[in-house]
């Protein structure tokens, strides 16, 4: 027997109402249909102490200097990296909805610099794939619910698109630019090609660090 081959981190990432949580359930759906332990999350983690104030954040019900709230997204990624590094060891593939990229492009988008955004996110487990469905902003203010929190405004969400294009290009090795406006089942066909040739990949190599 061989050492037990440790599950995949993947994410989603996109503009709000890119497609992400559909996709993001429909891969982990197919998944399991194929008897591989598979869990899905999604940052920022609204159930802790942390993710709260996060939450309180983005319902308008409080305000915070972009430098706070920037860090507790990413303190909120850090307080369950412990439990990720355990389930993945373990065997489990996680489905994430939004990761370390969400972090970066939302505060960029805000005129923060750059690396100073990305430097608390070195370290986290580096994802084996991130799906990037790239979406063009006007087209997401058709579909429902745009609109109730913060940040979800066109002209925002162009800005975030744009720092996500700037991360695609220089992370491109392990990034899959999808385009959004397909069909959800075109998506997920794409998405599951690219999922099952890369799980025996990735299973078998030791986790990697966000450097
Ligand atoms: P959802 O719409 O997916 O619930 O996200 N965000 C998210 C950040 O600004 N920084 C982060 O690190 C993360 C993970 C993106 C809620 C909003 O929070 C933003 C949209
Ligand atoms: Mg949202």
Known sequence: MGPIKRGALIVFEGCDRSGKSTQSRRLA?????????????????????????????????????????HLLFSVNRWELMGKLRQKLLAGTTLIVDRYSYSGVAYSVAKGMDFDWCYAPERGLIKPD?????????????????????????????????????????????????????????????LIAEIAEKLLPKVTTQPLDKLS
């Open 29 to 69: 759906e197919l998944l399991k249909s194929r008897g591989i332990p598979t869990e899905s999350l999604n940052f920022p983690d609204r159930s802790t102490d942390i993710g709260q104030v996060i939450n309180s954040y983005l319902t308008n019900s409080k305000d915070l200097q972009d430098e706070v709230i």
């Open 129 to 189: 794939a991130v799906f990037y469905l790239r979406a063009v902003p006007d087209r997401l203010a058709e579909r429902s619910e745009f609109g109730e929190e913060r940040y979800e405004k066109v002209e925002f969400q162009s800005r975030v698109s744009a720092v996500y294009d700037r991360i695609f290009s220089n992370e491109s090795t392990y990034w899959h630019q999808l385009d959004a406006s397909v069909t959800a089942d075109e998506l997920h066909f």
